[in-house]
């Protein structure tokens, strides 16, 4: 995700055609078909191509060569500081797919490449609050640190907010809302996920909305979280089960005997 929603990535109203054609087919779950849009002859485009087949890596588990050599030829165009801490910060979060979907072992990469870009990326630049985000998952899932995690979670959050990031915005939402969950703050973690929810709807970033449906049943009450989850799946299916990880989380209750 170097590229976000920020309004110019064809998710407002007078956005660049090909950027709208490019947010339609990822918000479907089309990667490869939204980075056959773009051709990698600038560090932008490069970029972006990039980070589309590492998001597809992430929901999907596949294309894992195709994003490797997406990178390469990002890593190869960049020049300015900025494009090389956006590339080192898709590398690292394919390392930390890698790793989260235990495909292969990957956390010190991870942990390199984003530490790199935190070097590269200057505090207050677009790509900050991506990173803060990035770091912020690799705290909570692979260094079970939460205090960490939230930290890193309110800077982004902070900064999709200054940038006017609503993709971003749904993302932080949703994990600041996981870590409350897990602390057992009802009222905080329905407001978080209530609040991603309603940005992906508005966006319509359908592939996003059947994990924010889950999220929230998982804060409710009956009958209602059993209402999410019924569409949560409903989409999921859809979508022909993707994102994949979503798929225990939607698994009916053993029985008991």
Known sequence: MAQTAMSGYGTAAGDDPLQTAVWRLRSRACWA???????????????????LL???????????AEAE?????????????????AAACERGQLAY?????????????????????????APGAPGRALLDFRRGLLAENLARSPQSARAAY?????????????????FTWRHLAGLALRDGELAEARHGFTESLRIREE?????????????????????????????????FRLLGGVPTWLADQLAPPAATA
């Open 33 to 51: 078909d939204a980075a056959a849009l773009l051709e990698p002859r600038t560090a932008g485009a490069a970029l972006q191509r990039a980070s």
């Open 54 to 64: 590492v998001e597809r890596c992430l929901y999907t588990e596949q294309g894992w």
């Open 69 to 85: 050599d997406a990178l390469r030829t990002a890593e190869a165009l960049a020049q300015s500081d900025d494009e090389r801490g």
């Open 97 to 121: 797919a890698s790793t989260l979907l235990a495909v292969r072992d990957r956390a010190d990469e991870a942990r390199a490449a984003l530490g790199r870009a935190a070097a590269l990326i």
């Open 154 to 170: 309110r800077r982004a959050h902070a900064g999709a907010v200054a940038q006017d990031d609503s993709l971003l915005l749904s």
């Open 203 to 235: 966006l319509g970033y359908l592939v996003g909305t059947a994990p924010a449906l889950a999220s929230l049943a998982d804060a409710e009450t009956e009958p209602e979280a059993s209402r999410l989850r019924a569409e949560a799946g409903r989409l």
